[in-house]
C-alpha cells in the first residue's frame, strides 16, 4: 500500500499538481475505491499490473505521467450492475474532479478524462500512443498463461455474482466476441508481438466454454 501511494504522489506531481494536500486525500480515496468489497478482478492487484505495464512501456508515452493518472483512475467507479460504459464515464467524472481539486492544469486533466474514457472501448487512434498504452496495460490480462487468465475469468463471475448462468454466458459471450472482432488487442509494437496471439487464443477457450 505504501508502494502504490507514492506511485500515486509521485504521478500527480509530475503532471503539475500543485495541492499536495488535496494529491494525497484523492490518493486515499482512490485506493479506498479500488478496495471495495465486492471487487473481485477491479482491484488494487489490477491497478499494480496496469501501472507496471505503464511504467515498462514508458519510454513510448508523450505523457506517461498522465496515463498513470489515467491508470489509477480509469476503474475508479466500477458497478457491476451499471449499464453500458456508465463505469467509464464516471469514473472519467471523478478523475476530473479529484484532479482539479490537486490543482493540475486543465489540459492536462481533460486528457485524462479522455484516456479513462478510451477504456470502453480499446480501440484508441493509431497516432495515439499514451491512448495506446493505457488501453494494452488494462488488457495485458488477456495474454497470461492459461491458469492466470482463468482465475482472471473466475474473479469477473465473482463481481457478477447476481446475474443467473443463462444471463451471465451470453452477456460475457458478447463481451468476448466484441473484443475478439477487434482488428487488434493491443497497439504498441511490443505488446502487440509479445500478446496479441495468447490473447485471442485465451479469449476462444473461454468461449468455448461458454457456448
Do not use: I, K, Q
Amino acid at each position: 500500500m505504501v508502494d502504490l501511494t507514492e506511485r500515486w504522489r509521485a504521478a500527480a506531481r509530475d503532471a503539475g499538481a500543485t495541492d499536495l494536500a488535496a494529491v494525497a486525500a484523492a490518493g486515499d480515496d482512490l485506493l479506498a475505491r479500488w478496495g471495495e468489497p465486492h471487487r473481485h478482478y477491479h482491484t488494487l492487484t489490477h491497478l499494480s499490473a496496469v501501472l507496471d505495464v505503464v511504467d515498462a512501456y514508458a519510454p513510448l508515452a508523450r505523457r506517461p505521467d498522465l496515463v498513470r493518472l489515467a491508470a489509477w483512475c480509469h476503474d475508479a467507479v466500477y458497478d457491476p450492475r451499471a449499464a453500458g460504459d456508465a463505469n467509464e464515464r464516471d469514473s472519467a467524472a471523478l478523475a476530473g474532479t479529484l484532479l482539479t481539486r490537486c490543482g493540475l492544469p486543465a489540459a492536462a486533466v481533460a486528457e485524462v478524462r479522455r484516456l479513462v474514457l478510451l477504456t470502453a472501448g480499446h480501440a484508441p487512434d493509431p497516432a495515439d500512443t499514451d491512448g495506446a498504452l493505457l488501453c494494452d496495460a488494462d488488457l495485458a490480462v488477456l495474454a497470461g498463461a492459461p491458469e492466470a487468465y482463468d482465475r482472471y475469468a473466475a474473479a469477473v463471475r465473482a463481481e457478477y455474482a447476481h446475474v443467473p448462468d443463462p444471463a451471465f454466458r451470453a452477456g460475457r459471450a458478447d463481451v468476448l466476441r466484441s473484443l475478439l472482432a477487434l482488428p487488434a488487442l493491443f497497439h504498441l509494437p511490443g505488446p502487440s508481438t509479445a500478446w496479441e496471439a495468447a490473447a485471442r487464443g485465451n479469449l476462444v477457450r473461454e468461449l468455448a466454454t461458454l457456448t
